[in-house]
Nanobody, 115 residues
Framework: QVQLVESGGGLVQPGGSLRLSCAAS????????MGWYRQAPGSERDLVAT???????DYVESVKGRFAISRDNAKNMVYLQMNSLKPEDTAVYYC?????????WGKGTLVNVSL
């Protein structure tokens, strides 16, 4: 069983930065892929960034060059550094972990990009 807890969301002005954190429980963390997803009001949950257990990353086109996903296996943490934020980045951001046929989600953290 893996439990995920996100933190770091908040209100930020356009052009600003935030770093989201996801704390994962369970010793199997380092074998699993990790990802960040987001869901804007009235929209479906969409992929933002993923990282395999081996460190390979992938990003949705709209955040390439602005967002960076990273993980610290020693601390069971995954991060999403978000720079040059835009109003359209406003959403609830969710952490996801998957592997061995299992799939886990956190409860999300709200990011609001607004003046």
């Amino acid at each position: 069983q893996v439990q995920l807890v996100e933190s770091g969301g908040g209100l930020v002005q356009p052009g600003g930065s935030l770093r989201l954190s996801c704390a994962a429980s369970g010793s199997i963390f380092r074998r699993y892929a990790m990802g960040w997803y987001r869901q804007a009001p009235g929209s479906e949950r969409d992929l933002v960034a993923t990282m395999t257990s081996g460190g390979t990353t992938d990003y949705v086109e709209s955040v390439k060059g602005r967002f960076a996903i990273s993980r610290d296996n020693a601390k069971n943490m995954v991060y999403l550094q978000m720079n040059s934020l835009k109003p359209e980045d406003t959403a609830v951001y969710y952490c996801r972990s998957w592997g061995d046929g299992m799939n886990y989600w956190g409860k999300g953290t709200l990011v609001n990009v607004s003046l």
